[in-house]
């Protein structure tokens, strides 16, 4: 089985910060690895696919970057509608979620 | 607009049953993988079994394999989850979710099933 280990697993940041995170895959998964931002008590919804795509209507200040086993989401400029639950999910082989990574507004 | 509807969750005692329902509609349903995911109370994400379009692909995680069986009905629309012998850490919302696997834009609000004596 392939294990996404994501860090941090929450942040607290300002409104305007530069915000990341990371996902490290147990295996070369080469860009097959999605993001998603969950709000409570809603499904989860997808941001970036294959590693560094936007998806539509997404915008442009959630980003990502990576291939292989090493990835990173950043949010460019933190808004206070981004506070939210973000998950890493590979689908190279099944699928696998990353543990969660809470963004918090300072 | 692509829409996906859970229904059939509840509470059920350990060693019960369940069968989990996902009424689709907006799109060709016979045309897309269908996959189930689930959450535990304050948990993260986990994926639970997904199904071809024709039904005659199937996997299932080893949690629940076994135990639980996906199915479909083009005819109707709609994706199923029957769920056997369940236990507590069963206890979760359950979301379907359309395909392409590799792309899983459109989920279900979720339903909830909780096992407990």
């Known amino acids: 089985d392939i294990q996404m280990t994501q860090s941090p697993s929450s942040l607290s940041a300002s409104v305007g910060d530069r915000v990341s995170i990371t996902c490290q895959a147990s295996?070369?998964?080469?860009?097959?690895l999605n993001w998603y931002q969950q709000k409570p008590g809603k499904a989860p919804r997808l941001l970036i696919y294959?590693?560094?795509n936007l998806e539509e209507g997404v915008p442009s200040r959630f980003s990502g970057s990576g291939s292989g086993t090493d990835f990173t989401f950043t949010i460019s400029s933190l808004q206070p509608e981004d506070i939210a639950t973000y998950y890493c999910q590979q689908y190279d082989y099944f699928f696998t979620f990353g543990g969660g990574t809470k963004v918090e507004i300072k | 607009q692509v829409q996906l509807v859970e229904s059939g969750g509840g509470l059920v005692k350990p060693g019960g049953s369940l069968r989990l329902s996902c009424a689709a509609s907006?799109?060709?349903?016979?045309?897309?993988?269908m996959t189930w995911f689930r959450q535990a109370p304050g948990k993260g994400l986990e994926w639970v079994s997904y199904?071809?379009?024709?039904?005659?692909?199937?996997y299932y995680a080893d949690s629940v394999k076994g135990r639980f069986t996906i199915s479909r009905d083009n005819g109707k629309n709609s994706l199923y989850l029957q769920m056997n012998s369940l236990r507590g850490e069963d206890t979760a919302v359950y979301y379907c979710a359309r395909g392409p696997l590799r792309f899983l834009k459109f989920w279900g609000q979720g339903t909830l099933v909780t096992v407990s004596s």
């Open positions: 907006g799109f060709t349903f016979s045309d897309y993988y």
């Open positions: 199904i071809s379009g024709s039904g005659d692909t199937i």
């Open positions: 294959a590693a560094s």
């Open positions: 295996q070369d998964i080469s860009k097959d």
